[in-house]
């Protein structure tokens, strides 16, 4: 018996709609890239020649032949359009960090809920192959119990970009925007921390500097039995050390970051042979007393892919399989996302509690 392929609406084709998503869309057999909402229909057909292109996002959720909503829009407009598609009997699937307050996702999750359709957060992260291979590290017990782990996403962008992730807003800014990977690939791999304590700053110079416009975070979340420090400075012209986890019996760095998106920016798609080649691989430093061992994070036993994410969502909308992302780990993000927020105007370590 056939499985009727997944007809999916795409609003937006900005960075994250052309680079992250249509590609992806357009390579899984199981979806049909069938409708997209942007102003830009030159740059659409580039990629996806024939795709109709609707310059109105309630036309491409009210389409009456789609079965999936993606939604890349700006963050504010997140909540009203996920309501939109799941009313229209649509699954919806959110870019990170999906929505800017947890009232807005835990009501999303209830509305999903009653509608019984599948909704989601794109976090492609997790699917990174250094990710992959510190979850490999942890869970293995090869260099014994993690006690302490730097997680960084650091870049050389002095001055801010034109674009509305880096210019005030409600849910801009660089935390909203590289906060949501590094805390979720934490609550992943070790789930929810006893307390946090956080550090949100504008550093850059500009006209438009506001709370909304953080360009430099840090945050430490306490375990009973180790720390996590995440973090991002827009001011780091050398290597990045992505990152640097302490074990008791040894310990793990990595330098870089994983290839699938310098990749796909350079035109590389993920039906092209040798993806994702394009992209500089990333170096590991594995360290244990006595020893010490240099080897390529692309060599990873699970390398990194984000076909997966897109695989799973296939199989959640079938029937067959969880969402890749599920609605409780979705509202456990806003809630460390905003309660990070809160230390920072307080300026005090805050204990973590939520379902």
């Known amino acids: ?55 109105s996002s309630d036309e491409l959720i009210h389409a009456d032949d789609l079965d999936l909503i993606v939604i890349t829009a700006p963050n504010h407009l997140h909540f009203s359009l996920a309501q939109q598609a799941l009313l229209a009997g649509k699954h919806a699937l959110l870019e990170k960090p999906a929505v800017t307050e947890l009232a807005q996702m835990e ?10 359709k599948v909704l989601t957060v794109y976090q492609n992260r997790r699917y990174d192959g250094d990710f992959l291979k510190l979850r490999e590290l942890v869970f293995s017990g090869a260099l014994g119990k993690l006690r302490h782990l730097d997680s960084r996403f650091d870049r050389f962008r002095p001055r801010p970009q034109a674009r509305w992730r880096e210019q005030p807003g409600v849910g801009t800014g660089i935390f909203w925007d590289l906060g949501p990977h590094l805390l979720d690939q934490v609550l992943l791999l070790l789930g929810p921390p006893e307390q946090l304590s956080a550090s949100l700053q504008t550093l850059r110079q500009s006209d438009q500097a506001d709370a909304f416009s953080t360009d430099w975070f840090e945050v430490q979340l306490f375990y009973p039995d180790k720390v996590v420090v995440v973090g991002s400075t827009p001011f780091e012209a050398g290597t990045m050390r992505r990152f640097n986890a302490r074990f008791d019996a040894g310990s793990w760095q990595c330098t870089g970051v994983d290839p699938q998106e310098e990749a796909l920016r350079a035109g590389q798609m993920p039906w092209h042979a040798g993806y994702p080649d394009l992209g500089a691989s990333q170096n590991g430093l594995l360290f244990q007393p006595g020893s010490e061992q240099t080897a390529s994070v692309s060599s990873c036993s699970v390398p990194g892919d984000y076909r997966h994410f897109y695989q799973q969502l296939a199989l959640a909308i079938q029937g067959k399989d969880e969402p890749p992302v599920t609605l409780q780990e979705a509202c456990r993000l806003i809630y460390t996302l905003q309660l990070a927020e809160c230390s920072a105007e307080q300026g005090r370590r805050l204990a973590w509690s939520y379902p």
């Open 1 to 55: 018996m056939s499985v009727q392929p997944i007809r999916v609406g795409l609003i937006g084709f900005g960075l994250s709609g052309r680079i992250f998503h249509a590609p992806f869309l357009l390579d899984h057999p199981d979806f049909v890239l069938a409708g997209i909402c942007s102003s830009q229909a030159d740059l659409v057909h580039q990629m996806a020649p024939g795709v109709p292109v609707m310059a």
């Open 107 to 116: 009501a999303l999750k209830t509305l999903a809920e009653q509608q019984g």
